[in-house]
């Protein structure tokens, strides 16, 4: 590789399926790009590499998308979405891939650049994108990454040297995403709602491909592709439940089918602990609450099994009934995923039929008291809760009795398994949101990267709690008005 480019490995498929799932799209060149942060770890992992001296300036050219890297083909994708419960046509408005990207590891994935500018899909939105919800975006998507949750990863943060226009004037950045794929259950639903056969079944085709290859020798390649997003999905939502993290619009266009987190827009971390948490400005009904999304999940995986119906079977009753019973099996799956977590958390050996109600109780005592969801569980890590909390508090003295007979019915080696499990299970750093709120503003507003990169350095090792960092493990401080998020659009 000289100085000047990543190593970028382009082979791009995508393309070859039928056009009306996509428009060739080139970001629009911005006038002054420069990079703002870029993730080493990330480009060393993907092959890619870094530009040194010189090729700083180039690379700033490519990721803000002046320059087409060698082998890209860039495309605005099209899909549809339910979003907040009502059907749209969409796609990509503000973003192209650049193409897709084979690692060293044989692996392939799409390199996005979010902010690139308007497409045929736009509406009346202007394709640009500010500076701080995409660091947002870079700083909350690897932390998500660090915890061992699927997710999309962030590359760089580049700014257009240009500014953009929402309640106030703000500088224009490009995010360059890394995905597994950018294939959305409103993928599928636009070609359903196309009545477009031949591109329904090129999707399929393209999906099982890229994500499950098991399934392309089933019997029923399509059905085994909508059980095999079901159970990934199932996964996904529950790690979600495990760190407190809310996605904050859990719209069909923002529920990848690889079972990765995308779309990082209004989300956030609960501090307290409350299933109808909602931190999204625009989530006025709470339809995407803390405690509301495995629902929503299986909702949303419904209008999947609902795209997929024409291929499920040439009956269309038998098709639906085919897709109604793995719609229905989400909820046993999930129960049973989700309980299997939350015995880590508490570190439960084994399993034992009184668990679900030692786990409802202590997630009741933890509602009512509205104690820090990080926090009481890290505590809990350590095996011994003060004696002089355990005198004020009857209720929690109770619990705490039963949970200690619950892991001493386990022998010595086991119980310690399940502690040094359960150290992994909780972290004790999270992207809590004022911290997340503190760096930005210092970037954003004074152009000092430092606190961010602290941040990055902190959330880069969730699980190793260190001396030096108890700030990082702090709730926000009380205030009168709630903290709420924004989608960045």
């Known amino acids: 590789m000289n100085d000047s480019t990543l190593a970028w490995r382009f082979d791009n498929r995508y393309v070859q399926l039928p056009e009306v799932l996509f428009v060739r799209e080139r970001p629009t060149p911005v006038r002054q790009p420069k990079l703002v942060i870029f993730n080493d770890g990330l480009s060393q992992s993907l092959g890619l590499g870094r530009p040194s001296g010189s090729g700083q300036e180039s690379l700033a050219q490519q990721l803000a998308g002046n320059e087409l890297p060698p082998g890209a083909d860039p495309i605005a994708q099209a899909y549809a979405g339910h979003q907040f419960g009502h059907f749209n046509m969409l796609g990509d408005g503000r973003a192209v891939v650049l193409g897709e990207h084979c690692c060293p590891d044989g692996t392939r994935v799409d390199i996005q650049l979010k902010g690139s500018g308007r ?170 609450a803390f405690g509301n999304q495995p629902v929503i999940a299986q909702w949303n995986l419904a209008r999947f099994a609902e795209s997929l119906l024409t291929l499920l079977h040439d009956d269309a009753d038998e098709a639906l009934r085919m897709a109604e019973t793995e719609i229905k099996a989400f909820t046993g799956q999930f129960e049973e995923t989700w309980l299997s977590m939350m015995r880590g958390k508490l570190g439960l050996p084994g399993e034992e039929p009184e668990d679900r109600q030692l786990v409802d109780d202590w997630l009741g005592w933890m509602r009512d008291l509205e104690v820090d969801y990080t926090n009481q569980f890290r505590e809990l890590c350590q095996g011994l809760l003060p004696a002089d909390r355990l005198a004020a508090d009857p209720r929690l003295a109770a619990w705490y009795a039963r949970w200690q007979e619950r892991r001493a019915r386990a022998d010595e080696a086991g119980r310690d398994r399940a502690l040094a499990d359960m150290r992994q299970a909780n972290p004790a750093y999270i992207a809590r949101n004022h911290q997340v709120e503190t760096a930005l503003a210092a970037a954003v507003q004074r152009h000092d990267l430092q606190p961010l990169h602290r941040l990055l350095r902190v959330l880069a090792h969730p699980y190793d709690e260190r001396e030096g960092l108890e700030e990082y493990a702090q709730p926000a401080p009380a205030t009168p008005v709630p903290y709420q998020t924004f989608c960045g659009t």
């Open 119 to 288: 497409t045929p899909f736009s509406r009346r939105g202007d394709g640009r994108a500010a500076l701080g919800p995409m660091l947002r975006e870079y700083v909350v998507s690897e932390a998500m990454h660090a915890l061992r949750i699927p997710s999309t990863r962030s590359l760089a943060v580049t700014l257009t040297g240009e500014q953009i226009y929402r309640e106030e004037v703000l500088a224009g950045a490009v995010l360059t995403r890394i995905a597994s794929s950018h294939l959305r259950v409103g993928t599928f639903e636009y070609a359903a709602a196309r009545r477009d056969a031949a591109a329904l079944r090129a999707l399929v085709a393209f999906a099982i491909e890229r994500h499950y290859p098991e399934c392309a020798q089933a019997q029923e390649p399509a059905l085994a592709l909508l059980r095999a997003v079901i159970s990934r999905q199932v996964r996904l939502i529950v790690e979600w439940m495990r760190v407190g993290f809310i996605h904050g619009v859990m719209n069909t266009d923002n529920m990848s089918i690889s079972g990765e987190t995308i779309d990082y827009g209004p989300c956030a971390f609960l501090d307290v602990y409350d299933p109808e948490t909602v931190f999204s400005s625009i989530d006025h009904g709470g339809r995407y």
